[in-house]
């Protein structure tokens, strides 16, 4: 035994939602780890996982192993039949049938389960069926819980919106004569469990009935398996029979002591064995009707040649063949399969086999007898030439002796079938001579052989009155003690082929179906062929029996199946789809949960890291502004400012975390504080975060009146601290242009914004200061003598300081210093139009036109303000975001502010001192 899964990978594979169970056993099956989730993905969906509790340990146990059974007898065909998949893509797609899960070697059930399906009288039986009040215990106990599990099942697959459903408690319920459940996963013979089930059926519809059981047991002969001892045998009135089986009236004939003798009985065919030798349907049909025994053995043990007639005692509804392509082969002691091509058609007539037309039948045959002798000499020329040497077609041999000997030529001569340079064209054209007239043989041979045909067809004409259509073929792929089986059953409403491959349902074409049902690709090839009569077609066809319709269509249940429903029933199925929805919506919740806590991961750690970062880069800066990258890092940043301990908001800064990771993660981006949230959801949401974050990470389980108030007040605080940033990031890009114009026209708007701020904010102080700088910058710019006077700045700063913005802590001598600078540009250019200017200062006349000026905005500008007021999102900001631009952009135009104006903003620091500072001191200054 391999040493057991360490517990880290168990908890793995536990948390994707495999069974311990099946981990330990894919474990035990598997080389590596990479062996162990393959094995694994194969054989079970997590969404679909057995539920571990005492009661069904055992049964679960059974149930995976039955499921590592099936994958190691055939891996490579079971990776197509299991997946595992979300609920959500569970979900069945409108127009399909619902397919079924296989839980192990179960797959040629399914198929059949999905034949009967197809059959509206058995499942109108099976739904309108009413247990007994009083079930007693014992085998027909057991046949009554399998018909419940069944019309459960059949409910399931008419009204459920999921791709498959489960048939593990139908298959777990049916059992043998003795009562034994049938174990899961072993079983290989398809007749015999399937003879089990249909008289478990019948014996559970009889006994509802209050009828004798129709079920007689006789003793069973036949290879080895786990049905021991005893099979059972339908009575031919039971209505089981009367849907799926085929009554046979055996008639011996025989010489005893030189005297004729008969003898005849009847037996029930649920599958009439057709062997794959005849090569055809109708042949092989024939050919169980009529059997000669050369070697039989009379009463007085007298070795005899005898003839056994197999004749149908009436037309059955269903009429299905089991080819036989299962053989012993002495040489290897084995079973093999042979995939020999079996041909048949979708339209079939059972007249020449039927009782009453035995003796019309047998006449014909034997006039039939000379041309099928002549069949049977072509088919032996045909073989000779398709299994030359019982191996090759010769028509490929010659093509390849052909390709071989053209070869051997110059041309290549890197080949290694190059041999060297050789003359061989008298053989290769004799060689394509005979390829020529073996192909033309064949033709030759096959057109004999049809037109021999066509004339047994047509001496048959007469026998026509009872129709049956091709309704399903089960498909074998594999080998005989292995494969997998897939069924191709046809609505004939819709003229389509479905492939049922377990939970997988897909539409086929016809070409496909017949492809793999005739055996074109070795392994691959027809097991059970199942007609129905023409009548039932007919009547399908007429009005639809099934929609193949979800809940969610108008049409759904608006057909045959959906009216055999009781109310309850359909209450049921709409109980069924409702806790599949729940599922769904659980599966959703837990993903949309699990990328949640992924993004409030992802997010704390960035604001928190980002922080640090900041808070360490401008530790030495003490005029700066609040930190803006984000939403949470300029409430942290707030809170620094309002307490030193920095903890006060730490609570409301997770939940702000939380926000933007929901509105991240969720579609209606509406937010965690939008009220949108169910209570269940918060609760997962909460449990969640206190599994997977410690209490230093995660936000608290709610968040207080108090800390919703502080959201709201520093949600509009950050809101105009961005606009605020935006306007004061413009000043400085145009003071660094010198575009002293539009500087006036945004400071003059900004002004106006932090009038109602605290004294003590960043933006009131940098409005203040900026209220200063600005004209003294204008103005001493334009004092040298070398210098060129703008007398358009000159009138809209007039216009700007005739407001007298924060006068109340101008400087003092603040009027006087802007009236010597003004006279100080008048002595130096001596302009009459300054001296307006000086006027109007000292006078505070508002000109309108300048005024108008003062308060216009560029759309250039405004537009340029959105581009980075709206960078900055209070709900949707992005961990990619690695830069703050107004924060830095205020750092760096403060800093070149002082490259570009270093002498004016000492003018500025001079204007502390009590005296004005003459001319003489200003361009001392400036200079």
């Given at each position: 035994?391999?040493?057991?899964?360490?517990?880290?990978?168990?908890?793995?594979?536990?948390?994707?939602?495999?069974?311990?169970?099946?981990?330990?056993?894919?474990?035990?099956?598997?080389?590596?780890?990479?062996?162990?989730?393959?094995?694994?993905?194969?054989?079970?969906?997590?969404?679909?996982?057995?539920?571990?509790?005492?009661?069904?340990?055992?049964?679960?146990?059974?149930?995976?192993?039955?499921?590592?059974?099936?994958?190691?007898?055939?891996?490579?065909?079971?990776?197509?039949?299991?997946?595992?998949?979300?609920?959500?893509?569970?979900?069945?797609?409108?127009?399909?049938?619902?397919?079924?899960?296989?839980?192990?070697?179960?797959?040629?059930?399914?198929?059949?389960?999905?034949?009967?399906?197809?059959?509206?009288?058995?499942?109108?039986?099976?739904?309108?069926?009413?247990?007994?009040?009083?079930?007693?215990?014992?085998?027909?106990?057991?046949?009554?819980?399998?018909?419940?599990?069944?019309?459960?099942?059949?409910?399931?697959?008419?009204?459920?919106?999921?791709?498959?459903?489960?048939?593990?408690?139908?298959?777990?319920?049916?059992?043998?004569?003795?009562?034994?459940?049938?174990?899961?996963?072993?079983?290989?013979?398809?007749?015999?469990?399937?003879?089990?089930?249909?008289?478990?059926?019948?014996?559970?519809?009889?006994?509802?009935?209050?009828?004798?059981?129709?079920?007689?047991?006789?003793?069973?002969?036949?290879?080895?398996?786990?049905?021991?001892?005893?099979?059972?045998?339908?009575?031919?009135?039971?209505?089981?029979?009367?849907?799926?089986?085929?009554?046979?009236?055996?008639?011996?004939?025989?010489?005893?002591?030189?005297?004729?003798?008969?003898?005849?009985?009847?037996?029930?065919?649920?599958?009439?064995?057709?062997?794959?030798?005849?090569?055809?349907?109708?042949?092989?049909?024939?050919?169980?009707?009529?059997?000669?025994?050369?070697?039989?053995?009379?009463?007085?043990?007298?070795?005899?040649?005898?003839?056994?007639?197999?004749?149908?005692?009436?037309?059955?509804?269903?009429?299905?063949?089991?080819?036989?392509?299962?053989?012993?082969?002495?040489?290897?002691?084995?079973?093999?399969?042979?995939?020999?091509?079996?041909?048949?058609?979708?339209?079939?007539?059972?007249?020449?086999?039927?009782?009453?037309?035995?003796?019309?039948?047998?006449?014909?045959?034997?006039?039939?007898?000379?041309?099928?002798?002549?069949?049977?000499?072509?088919?032996?020329?045909?073989?000779?030439?398709?299994?030359?040497?019982?191996?090759?077609?010769?028509?490929?041999?010659?093509?390849?002796?052909?390709?071989?000997?053209?070869?051997?030529?110059?041309?290549?001569?890197?080949?290694?079938?190059?041999?060297?340079?050789?003359?061989?064209?008298?053989?290769?054209?004799?060689?394509?001579?005979?390829?020529?007239?073996?192909?033309?043989?064949?033709?030759?041979?096959?057109?004999?052989?049809?037109?021999?045909?066509?004339?047994?067809?047509?001496?048959?004409?007469?026998?026509?009155?009872?129709?049956?259509?091709?309704?399903?073929?089960?498909?074998?792929?594999?080998?005989?003690?292995?494969?997998?089986?897939?069924?191709?059953?046809?609505?004939?409403?819709?003229?389509?082929?479905?492939?049922?491959?377990?939970?997988?349902?897909?539409?086929?074409?016809?070409?496909?179906?017949?492809?793999?049902?005739?055996?074109?690709?070795?392994?691959?090839?027809?097991?059970?062929?199942?007609?129905?009569?023409?009548?039932?077609?007919?009547?399908?066809?007429?009005?639809?029996?099934?929609?193949?319709?979800?809940?969610?269509?108008?049409?759904?249940?608006?057909?045959?199946?959906?009216?055999?429903?009781?109310?309850?029933?359909?209450?049921?199925?709409?109980?069924?789809?409702?806790?599949?929805?729940?599922?769904?919506?659980?599966?959703?919740?837990?993903?949309?949960?699990?990328?949640?806590?992924?993004?409030?991961?992802?997010?704390?750690?960035?604001?928190?890291?980002?922080?640090?970062?900041?808070?360490?880069?401008?530790?030495?800066?003490?005029?700066?502004?609040?930190?803006?990258?984000?939403?949470?890092?300029?409430?942290?940043?707030?809170?620094?400012?309002?307490?030193?301990?920095?903890?006060?908001?730490?609570?409301?800064?997770?939940?702000?975390?939380l926000d933007s990771a929901f509105r991240e993660v969720q579609e209606n981006k509406k937010g965690i504080f939008g009220g949108q949230i169910s209570e269940n959801f918060q609760n997962k949401l909460i449990n969640k975060f206190s599994v997977q974050f410690n209490e230093f990470k995660r936000p608290s389980a709610i968040l207080t009146q108090s800390e919703q108030n502080d959201l709201n007040k520093f949600e509009q605080e950050y809101l105009n601290?961005?606009?605020?940033?935006?306007?004061?990031?413009?000043?400085?890009?145009?003071?660094?242009?010198?575009?002293?114009?539009?500087?006036?026209?945004?400071?003059?708007?900004?002004?106006?914004?932090?009038?109602?701020?605290?004294?003590?904010?960043?933006?009131?102080?940098?409005?203040?200061?900026?209220?200063?700088?600005?004209?003294?910058?204008?103005?001493?710019?334009?004092?040298?003598?070398?210098?060129?006077?703008?007398?358009?700045?000159?009138?809209?700063?007039?216009?700007?300081?005739?407001?007298?913005?924060?006068?109340?802590?101008?400087?003092?001598?603040?009027?006087?210093?802007?009236?010597?600078?003004?006279?100080?540009?008048?002595?130096?250019?001596?302009?009459?139009?300054?001296?307006?200017?000086?006027?109007?200062?000292?006078?505070?006349?508002?000109?309108?036109?300048?005024?108008?000026?003062?308060?216009?905005?560029?759309?250039?500008?405004?537009?340029?303000?959105?581009?980075?007021?709206?960078?900055?999102?209070?709900?949707?900001?992005?961990?990619?975001?690695?830069?703050?631009?107004?924060?830095?952009?205020?750092?760096?135009?403060?800093?070149?502010?002082?490259?570009?104006?270093?002498?004016?903003?000492?003018?500025?620091?001079?204007?502390?001192?009590?005296?004005?500072?003459?001319?003489?001191?200003?361009?001392?200054?400036?200079?």
């Amino acid at each position: 035994m391999k040493t057991p899964i360490n517990q880290d990978l168990l908890d793995q594979y536990i948390g994707m939602g495999f069974s311990k169970e099946l981990i330990n056993m894919a474990w035990e099956e598997s080389n590596t780890e990479a062996d162990v989730i393959n094995t694994l993905l194969t054989l079970s969906d997590k969404n679909n996982a057995l539920a571990n509790t005492p009661t069904k340990q055992d049964e679960e146990i059974l149930l995976n192993q039955a499921l590592i059974d099936s994958y190691k007898t055939n891996p490579q065909v079971s990776t197509s039949t299991f997946e595992i998949v979300s609920p959500e893509q569970r979900k069945r797609t409108n127009g399909v049938p619902c397919g079924l899960k296989n839980v192990g070697n179960t797959c040629y059930f399914n198929g059949l389960l999905q034949t009967y399906f197809f059959n509206s009288d058995f499942v109108k039986i099976i739904i309108k069926f009413q247990p007994p009040a009083q079930i007693e215990q014992g085998k027909q106990g057991k046949s009554i819980q399998l018909l419940q599990n069944l019309q459960h099942l059949f409910l399931s697959m008419i009204g459920s919106d999921k791709k498959y459903v489960d048939p593990s408690d139908v298959i777990k319920s049916i059992c043998d004569d003795f009562g034994n459940v049938l174990p899961i996963g072993d079983q290989k013979d398809v007749g015999e469990f399937n003879t089990y089930f249909l008289s478990r059926i019948g014996e559970g519809l009889a006994y509802n009935e209050h009828q004798p059981s129709k079920i007689e047991e006789q003793p069973h002969e036949g290879p080895p398996s786990i049905l021991r001892m005893k099979s059972s045998t339908i009575h031919d009135e039971d209505v089981v029979s009367k849907l799926f089986f085929c009554k046979v009236h055996h008639y011996l004939q025989f010489d005893q002591a030189g005297i004729p003798q008969n003898r005849d009985n009847t037996e029930l065919y649920n599958f009439i064995p057709i062997d794959l030798k005849d090569g055809n349907l109708y042949d092989g049909f024939d050919n169980f009707v009529v059997n000669s025994i050369e070697d039989f053995k009379n009463d007085l043990s007298e070795i005899v040649c005898a003839t056994k007639y197999n004749w149908v005692q009436g037309a059955p509804q269903t009429l299905s063949f089991q080819i036989k392509r299962v053989a012993y082969n002495k040489e290897k002691n084995d079973l093999v399969k042979q995939n020999d091509e079996f041909y048949f058609e979708e339209e079939i007539y059972l007249d020449r086999f039927l009782y009453e037309n035995s003796k019309r039948y047998l006449d014909i045959r034997n006039q039939n007898r000379e041309l099928k002798d002549k069949q049977k000499a072509i088919k032996q020329e045909l073989l000779q030439l398709s299994k030359f040497d019982d191996k090759y077609d010769l028509q490929d041999v010659l093509q390849t002796a052909v390709k071989f000997l053209t070869m051997q030529s110059k041309e290549n001569p890197q080949n290694p079938a190059n041999f060297g340079p050789s003359d061989q064209t008298n053989t290769i054209e004799q060689l394509q001579k005979y390829q020529l007239q073996v192909q033309k043989k064949k033709e030759i041979l096959q057109n004999q052989y049809n037109d021999l045909e066509d004339k047994i067809q047509a001496s048959y004409n007469n026998f026509k009155g009872n129709k049956y259509q091709l309704q399903s073929v089960l498909i074998h792929e594999g080998m005989a003690n292995s494969g997998h089986y897939y069924t191709y059953i046809k609505d004939f409403r819709l003229n389509k082929w479905f492939k049922f491959n377990d939970i997988r349902v897909t539409e086929e074409t016809r070409e496909k179906v017949f492809q793999d049902a005739i055996g074109v690709k070795p392994g691959i090839n027809a097991y059970l062929l199942i007609y129905v009569k023409d009548e039932f077609v007919q009547e399908e066809v007429k009005f639809p029996k099934r929609l193949y319709s979800t809940s969610t269509e108008k049409d759904y249940l608006q057909d045959s199946y959906g009216s055999f429903l009781s109310q309850s029933q359909n209450e049921s199925i709409k109980r069924e789809n409702q806790l599949f929805q729940n599922e769904i919506e659980d599966y959703k919740q837990a993903r949309i949960i699990e990328r949640i806590a992924e993004a409030y991961q992802t997010r704390f750690e960035f604001v928190n890291e980002h922080f640090r970062t900041l808070v360490n880069k401008t530790q030495n800066i003490k005029f700066k502004p609040l930190f803006t990258q984000n939403f949470p890092i300029y409430v942290k940043c707030k809170a620094s400012q309002i307490s030193n301990q920095n903890t006060q908001h730490d609570n409301l800064i997770k939940w702000i975390i939380l926000d933007s990771a929901f509105r991240e993660v969720q579609e209606n981006k509406k937010g965690i504080f939008g009220g949108q949230i169910s209570e269940n959801f918060q609760n997962k949401l909460i449990n969640k975060f206190s599994v997977q974050f410690n209490e230093f990470k995660r936000p608290s389980a709610i968040l207080t009146q108090s800390e919703q108030n502080d959201l709201n007040k520093f949600e509009q605080e950050y809101l105009n601290y961005v606009n605020l940033g935006s306007w004061a990031t413009i000043i400085l890009e145009l003071l660094e242009k010198k575009d002293f114009i539009q500087v006036l026209q945004v400071l003059q708007s900004l002004t106006k914004k932090v009038k109602t701020l605290e004294q003590q904010s960043y933006f009131f102080k940098f409005t203040k200061n900026l209220k200063i700088l600005v004209p003294i910058i204008i103005i001493g710019k334009m004092i040298p003598k070398e210098s060129q006077v703008n007398l358009k700045e000159l009138q809209l700063l007039q216009a700007y300081l005739v407001h007298n913005h924060f006068q109340y802590d101008d400087p003092k001598l603040w009027k006087t210093e802007i009236s010597i600078m003004l006279n100080a540009i008048i002595e130096n250019h001596n302009q009459q139009a300054v001296k307006e200017i000086i006027n109007n200062f000292e006078a505070e006349n508002k000109i309108k036109e300048n005024m108008d000026l003062l308060e216009f905005l560029s759309e250039e500008v405004q537009n340029y303000q959105l581009v980075i007021s709206s960078a900055y999102e209070i709900y949707f900001w992005s961990t990619y975001q690695k830069q703050d631009q107004i924060f830095d952009k205020l750092l760096e135009g403060m800093n070149k502010l002082k490259q570009l104006f270093d002498p004016f903003i000492k003018i500025q620091q001079a204007l502390k001192d009590p005296q004005p500072l003459m001319k003489e001191d200003l361009e001392k200054i400036i200079k």
